[in-house]
């Protein structure tokens, strides 16, 4: 949804999401990966309980250089907790 979705839309985005993958999906974690570039991505996650757990270096190729991604993640008991 880039380019659709503002980042005050994220942040009402992200919880319902959140939610229906735990409650309804019965999902035990959820993960993103972000651009190291991206920070307005990063702090959304962080904001939304996500754990920062790592970078994956030179992980895929962009218009022919390799790029890092890191990974987040949140877990089901984590997102329970609140």
Not at 30 to 43: C, F, H, M, P, Q
Request: contains cysteine; glycine residues 10%.
């Amino acid at each position: 949804m880039p380019g659709l979705l503002g980042q005050r839309d994220h942040y009402e985005f992200y919880p319902l999401t959140l939610n229906w993958g735990f409650t309804e999906l019965g999902y035990n974690r959820i993960e993103a990966l972000v651009d190291t570039r991206n920070e307005g991505s990063k702090i959304v996650l962080l904001r939304n309980q996500f754990q920062h757990e790592g970078t994956l270096r030179e992980y895929e190729c962009e218009h022919g250089q390799f790029v890092d991604l890191e990974m987040y993640a949140i877990l089901r008991k984590d997102y329970l907790k609140g």
